[in-house]
């Protein structure tokens, strides 16, 4: 079992950045893949980026170069670095992790998840 907890949104303007944190609980929080997912007003949640235990990333195409994944685990903690942000990155981010071994990363494939935290771009 794993618990999750994100900080680091809040309200900016087009073109600033943010850095969101993970928090996770447990003692095992290297073993497990770590996913960023994302929902917008009136959208699906969508998959953002996504670190495995052994440091692969993977990232939607609409995030390619701006998003930046990584861990600490020594701080069990795992962060999603936004550049540019745009209108459009306006969503709720959610954290997600799973120790199964995946071949991909949507949004079924996470079994612990965090409660979310608010990013709002405004142009």
């Known amino acids: 079992q794993v618990q999750l907890v994100e900080s680091g949104g809040g309200l900016v303007q087009a073109g600033a950045s943010l850095k969101l944190s993970c928090a996770a609980s447990?003692?095992?929080?290297?073993?497990?893949?770590m996913g960023w997912l994302r929902q917008a007003p009136g959208k699906e949640r969508e998959f953002v980026a996504v670190?495995?235990?052994?440091?692969?990333?993977y990232y939607a195409d609409s995030v390619k170069g701006r998003f930046t994944i990584s861990r600490d685990n020594a701080k069990n903690t795992a962060y999603l670095q936004i550049n540019s942000l745009e209108p459009q990155d306006t969503a709720v981010y959610y954290c997600a992790a799973t120790r199964a071994i995946r071949s991909s990363w949507g949004v079924n494939e996470y079994d612990y998840w965090g409660q979310g935290t608010q990013v709002t771009v405004s142009s």
């Open positions: 670190i495995t235990w052994s440091g692969n990333t």
């Open positions: 447990g003692r095992t929080f290297s073993l497990y893949t």
